[in-house]
């Protein structure tokens, strides 16, 4: 046994001891214990082992200029020394201010020019910033005199955080179901899911006239007195296996929901900052939703920061008396490190990462191709900009006892690959200094793990081909 092997032995039985891992199944652990990473350079994490593995999912979307990149940590290094916390209520510092004024400066514009946005509210996790976009949302109306609109339209399949309010608003059973019975009362509205979405289709305004998009009007038309705000996710049901929905869609529902009163929030925390090719998914639209909500790359990937942007004059419904201002303070709010990663990530992900993205785009759909031929299992491929996701058509209680994921993502592991397939949809959202040698273990390691658990019982697997 090497030194590294015992290291990684003792930190996985202590682990096991001590600590309850996020979407994790208890008895899924014997199969696949957390493994114990010591460090991470670009797009690899390493094991304790020494083992380096691609991280194909950016750790959950986050990392855009992989792990550890020099400028980030120098940011961060010199304003933990410099001013490491302060509290943000009575308080401010360079570093929130610069982050607020980029991204102020970068959303999109009215036809005048200026910025349509003209405040930021920070908070520390994507649930937090989509809590403080309900919050304010109810609160403006009330407000404004419309103390009936409060209840909120999502989408069926969205995804939009873990925390009550925010769970509320997800239309996806796996996660919503248990807790029902705890959560808000939302108007779901129905959504279209283009399985062979293609990276050009966001420039066409896909799903405009699709009946989903006339269904969710109409039913937009029908509770208009009582919605606050529809809560959606731009174009990528990142969480709802990377079902996309298009932009003509997108744009359709949230111009008609704006037309009635109601407040557009945009969910654009994984699929914000590059994700799509621009800057925000919504640049694909003319839309200037009421709100933007932005977390995961907001720091760069490196530390929890989240934001959520208000269209300007929004704040006017809370001037006054003191009773009508925002009471929402979390504890890290505008945290002064997280900031400073945020304004270097941010300058970096608009002068270089952004720029250089075409070719990666158009390298990932060759990719994605190729292992749609090579694997008669892909039913169909899917991409906007740097997201690629692969549907497949197995008999999962056949070849993995209804653990899709869990095979495929130990498959891909094994083949020095992180990938975090949703049930029968692998995706790739590689960190956006991903070359075409990091796409090609991607295809390379997909290629493996399908034809390692979907032909495991090649007797009783079913193939098909569409
Ligand atoms: C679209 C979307 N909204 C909200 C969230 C919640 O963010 P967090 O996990 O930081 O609370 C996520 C997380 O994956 C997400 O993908």
Redesign the pocket.
């Known amino acids: 046994m090497t030194d590294f092997d015992s290291v990684e032995l003792d930190l996985a039985s202590r682990d096991a001891a001590c600590l309850w891992h996020p979407a994790t199944h208890f008895r899924d652990l014997e199969s696949l214990p957390p493994l114990p990473i010591a460090a991470a350079e670009g797009c690899e994490l390493i094991t304790s082992a020494g083992e380096r593995i691609l991280d194909g999912i950016s750790s959950?979307?986050t990392c855009l200029h992989g792990h550890g990149h020099p400028r980030i940590v120098e940011a961060v290094s010199k304003q933990a020394a410099r001013l490491d916390h302060v509290m943000f209520a009575g308080f401010t510092h360079a570093p929130a201010v610069e982050l607020a004024e980029r991204l102020l400066a970068h959303a999109p514009r009215e036809a005048s020019g200026e910025s349509a946005y003209g405040k930021v509210f920070y908070s520390d996790?994507?649930?937090?910033s989509?809590e403080v976009a309900m919050k304010l949302s109810f609160q403006s109306h009330l407000q404004r005199g419309e103390p009936q609109r409060r209840r909120f339209a999502t989408l069926a399949n969205s995804?939009?955080?873990?925390t009550m309010g925010?769970l509320s608003v997800c239309g996806a059973d796996a996660y919503r179901e248990l807790f029902s019975p705890l959560l808000l009362d939302v108007v779901q509205l129905p959504a279209p899911n283009f399985p062979g979405h293609r990276h050009a289709d966001l420039a066409e305004g896909r799903g405009h006239d699709d009946a989903a998009a006339d269904a969710a009007c109409a039913l937009l038309d029908a509770h208009a007195h009582e919605l606050s705000a529809l809560l959606i996710?731009p174009v990528v049901q990142?969480?709802g296996k990377m079902a996309m929905t298009g932009t003509g869609y997108y744009a359709r529902i949230c111009e008609h929901a704006q037309s009635l009163g109601i407040h557009v929030i945009a969910?654009e925390?994984?699929v914000g900052f590059g994700r799509t090719g621009r800057l925000l998914t919504t640049d694909w639209t003319s839309l200037r939703p009421d709100m933007i909500?932005l977390?995961?790359g907001l720091s760069g990937g490196v530390l929890p920061l989240?934001a959520t942007l208000l269209r300007r004059g929004f704040e006017d419904d809370f001037k006054g008396a003191p009773s009508r201002s925002f009471m929402h303070s979390h504890t890290f709010t505008g945290n002064p490190v997280a900031c400073a990663a945020g304004v270097a990530s941010f300058d970096m992900l608009v002068d270089e990462r952004i720029p250089a993205l075409a070719p990666k785009i158009a390298a990932m759909a060759r990719a994605l191709e190729s292992v749609a031929a090579d694997c008669p299992e892909v039913r169909a491929w899917r991409q906007a900009g740097f997201i690629g996701a692969l549907e497949l058509e197995v008999d999962a209680e056949a070849v993995a006892g209804g653990r899709l994921g869990l095979a495929l993502r130990r498959a891909a592991l094994e083949a020095g690959v992180l990938l975090r397939p949703l049930h029968d949809t692998i995706y790739w959202m590689p960190p956006l200094i991903a070359g075409e040698a990091e796409i090609e273990r991607l295809r390379e390691a997909s290629v493996k793990a399908i034809r390692q658990v979907c032909r495991a019982g090649e007797s009783t697997k079913t193939h098909h081909r569409r």
């Open positions: 959950w979307w996790c994507g649930s937090a989509i995804y939009h955080g873990e925010a996710e990142c969480a969910d925390i994984a909500c977390s995961k989240a």
